[in-house]
Structures are given as C-alpha cells and as structure tokens.
C-alpha cells in the first residue's frame, strides 16, 4: 500500500538551483495538492489541483510552479531557488470531489544554502 | 471555511482517555469538522471527521456540541505512540474547494 510516494525525501541545494520535487499516489485520487511546512509552523498550500488538466494557485504560491502530468503525478518546480524556500514540503491527494480526507506523503526535507 | 482555536498544548498520562477541545463558532451548516495529527515531522494522519453527529473509529471519538460551535477529540487510552501535533480543521467539502487549512494545533505529550 504506497498511498503517496513523494521524491527525494531530502535535498540541499544552492541558491539559485533549479529542481523539482516529485508526488505520485497510487489511489485513483482526483484531487493533488502540494504544501509547505515551516518550523512550528502548520502546513500552507502552494498550489492545487482539482483533476487531471487543472492547477491552481494556493496560499502561498510565489516562487513555484507546479505540473499535473497525469491522474498520478503532480510535481512542484522551483526555478530559482531561494533560502526562504527552506522547508519540508508535502503532497497529498484527494478523491474528490467528496468530504473523504486527504492522504500525505512523507515530506521533502528541501534546504537551499 | 471557519476559523478554529485550539490549546497549544497539552499532557496525558498513558493509557488515560485524552481530551481535545477545539473551538469553531463561526462554523456554518455545511461545514464538516476533520482531526489531523503530525507525529514527529512526518506527514499529517487523518484520524476523524464528522459533521453533526458524533462519530467513532477505530483511532478515535469525536464529539460534536449540539450548537457545533465547538469540538472534542476523544483518545480513549493513549500511548506513548499517540504524542504528536493534533490538529483541528474544518472544511466545506459542499462545493470543488477542499482546501485544507492548518493552523498550529496541540501539541499532545503523552507521559510514561
């Protein structure tokens, strides 16, 4: 049962770096969504999406950029990297739409030097 | 979605019933309550959701007031496993956005 299979599980990287982190779930969900957690912080949403085709933008989406390749993967891009991006960053999905709950990955423990 | 306060943390002796109150007065009728909980930097865990009725599961209870402005998550004999970052949230799932939003939750400490 992987659930979501998020990848790398950890990542440093410089300034200025580009990289993306990737999310695959395994469940038939409709719905993906990436958010970042700061320390002592609760999660914020960068980006959604809804269904296969369609993202949108979260609370926090500056600095990002995200891509639904298909039904399973919805990958975070960021294009410059930036010492403000230093976080551990979750995907999770959804059936939707529906009031199920949504499922997490592990993390991606991402430090940009 | 409604706002929700929370106790930033609280103690539990193990294999005593832990008691999480949350706080959602602005809820509106179609607003669902959901309970999250983060061990130790891992992903957040579902546990319990529910929207006027009580409702149990195999991890937990949750008891909604008659009024549904406030909320209790109910462990009904902790362990040492169950020490983590419990958060409460609540959602209209009525429409497309199920956009979840956390605040910083309670610290849950479960003692030997």
């Not at chain 1, 395994?26 to 409709?30: S, T």
């Not at chain 2, 209209?92 to 497309?96: D, F, Y």
């Given at each position: 049962n992987a659930g979501v299979t998020q990848t790398p599980k950890f990542q440093v990287l410089k300034t200025g770096q580009s990289m993306t982190l990737q999310c695959a779930q395994?469940?038939?969900?409709?719905s993906m969504y990436w958010y970042r957690q700061d320390p002592g912080m609760g999660l914020r949403l960068i980006y959604y999406s809804a269904s296969e085709g369609t993202t949108d933008k979260g609370e926090v989406p500056n600095g990002y950029n995200v891509s639904r390749?298909?039904?399973?993967e919805f990958s975070l891009r960021l294009e410059s990297a930036a010492p403000s991006q230093t976080s551990v960053y979750f995907c999770a999905s959804h059936r939707?739409?529906?009031n199920q709950p949504q499922h997490f990955g592990d993390g991606t423990r991402l430090s940009i030097l | 979605d409604a706002k929700t306060t929370q106790p930033p943390s609280m103690d539990c002796a193990e294999g005593r019933a832990a008691n999480l109150p949350c706080n959602h007065?602005?809820?509106?009728?179609?607003e669902y309550v959901y309970w999250y909980r983060q061990i130790h930097s891992q992903g957040p865990q579902y546990i319990i959701h529910g929207l006027k009725n009580n409702e149990t599961n195999e991890m937990a209870s949750l008891i909604i007031t008659e009024d549904r402005k406030s909320s209790t998550l109910i462990l009904p004999h902790a362990t040492l496993r169950d020490t983590a970052v419990y958060y409460c949230i609540v959602l209209?799932?009525?429409?497309?956005n199920y956009k979840l939003t956390f605040g910083k939750g309670t610290l849950l400490t479960v003692n030997p």
């Open positions: 395994d469940m038939n969900h409709n390749l298909n039904k399973r939707g739409p529906s | 007065s602005t809820i509106s009728g179609n209209n799932s009525g429409g497309s």
